[in-house]
């Protein structure tokens, strides 16, 4: 079966590090998405990409965190600097979007569960 | 923004049925999903409605009410794996919202004892 790969599955740093996590939508897939998840606030969506280019990324702390898509099998989502309130678990899903393809759902990656203390 | 209302949490015996309830409110609703989530992850889909009545898929059954802004997912036979949050998605084309992206509940908690 076609997956969501992301990397890495954890990361632990201190404040102030920069964070790079990395996903690799399904092949064929023209929608990424980019999700927090805690237990206060549940499933936030950050930021979203159509076809490479930014859709909505008004969930996203724009000082410190930067999404992007440098070509359609890459996704990243970079914090600087980063603070333990970023501690999360982070999720990349994919999905086939348009028309043609209401009832596809998103496809969710492993996660990416990062502490930063 | 979009309302998402799950019950937080839910308990229920092996073997029974249980009845998750979503109700939503949206400008411009264009279906509702369900997911299923371990503990420790990812959100895996369950089903997905965009018109009213039920959809059926071997042990779970989604339902949906449009005029009402209601859903519900019906798990029959339990099994303890299926103890896991559920969580009730919105696609909203309205509004206020951005195309294409799904508006999530907290997702319900379901405990199944032996």
């Known amino acids: 079966d076609a997956r969501v790969t992301q990397t890495p599955r954890h990361k632990v740093t201190e404040m102030g590090q920069e964070v790079t996590m990395r996903c690799q939508p399904i092949?064929?897939?023209?929608?990424v998405f980019w999700y927090r998840q805690t237990m206060m606030q549940g499933l936030e969506l950050l930021a979203y990409f159509r076809n490479r280019a930014p859709l909505d990324d008004s969930g996203m702390p724009k000082d410190r965190f930067s999404a992007e898509m440098p070509d359609a099998t890459l996704a990243t989502l970079k914090i600087q600097p980063s603070e333990p309130r970023d501690s999360a678990v982070y999720f990349c899903a994919s999905a086939a979007m348009g028309a043609q393809y209401s009832n596809q759902p998103q496809h969710f990656g492993d996660g990416t569960r990062l502490s930063i203390l | 923004g979009q309302n998402i209302d799950q019950p937080t949490e839910m308990t229920a015996t092996e073997g029974a049925i249980v009845q998750i309830n979503c109700t939503y409110q949206t400008s411009g609703f264009n279906g509702l999903f369900w997911y299923q989530q371990h503990a420790g992850e990812a959100p895996t889909f369950l089903s997905y409605?965009?018109?009213?009545g039920l959809e059926e898929k071997g042990r779970f059954s989604s339902f949906l009410s449009r005029s009402k802004g209601y859903s519900y997912l019906l798990l029959k036979e339990l099994q303890m794996k299926d103890s896991a949050s559920y969580l009730c998605?919105?696609?909203?084309?309205?509004?206020?919202?951005?195309?294409?992206?799904?508006?999530f509940g907290r997702g319900t908690q379901l405990t199944v004892w032996p």
């Open positions: 092949l064929g897939h023209n929608t």
């Open positions: 409605n965009v018109l009213d």
């Open positions: 998605a919105v696609r909203d084309y309205g509004r206020g919202s951005t195309l294409g992206r799904l508006y």
